[in-house]
């Protein structure tokens, strides 16, 4: 008999230790971080998408930026809360950081420059990401390949004359 009390003392007390410790599968912790190039800006909003993916690219509109000429720059933004699951997905900035790019050799532009002047090309409505972004040096143009992160349209291939930049 008391074996028995002493093995149902031991289950009762590794299943409540068990209970309680796990978070729900929704929530999201606070402080993540996300990176990407910013694809649109609106007011005190930028939508930050990471490099392409076979499915796309990940976008997320990030609130609370201070204003300020974002189109085209690579960011890293880390999150202050919770991250809302919706798609884009959406959060509330809690720091941003320009990445600087590397000088492309030959090119007066450097890429976040490119892809700002691109970026007011195109129609960005449905969330584009990056597919690539290359400098061709013979023809003195940057050749800048975007996707549509939300439809399966294909391609879209813009080409930005090098030359000095202002903004």
Known sequence: MKKWGLLLLLLIVGCSSQEGTEEPADKQP???TFSGYV???QENSILVVDKIENNGGSPIWITGVEKDMWLGKFVEVT???PVAESYPMQAEAGE???QEPEDTEGAD???NQALASALSEVDRGNA????SMTYDKDQDQWVIKMRSTVTESGTEKVMVPDRNFEG
């Open 96 to 98: 941003v950081s320009v």
């Open 109 to 111: 532009l450097n890429e």
């Open 128 to 131: 584009l990401a990056v597919e």
């Open 39 to 41: 694809m649109d800006q």
């Open 79 to 81: 999150i202050d809360g």
């Open 30 to 32: 606070d402080n993540d």
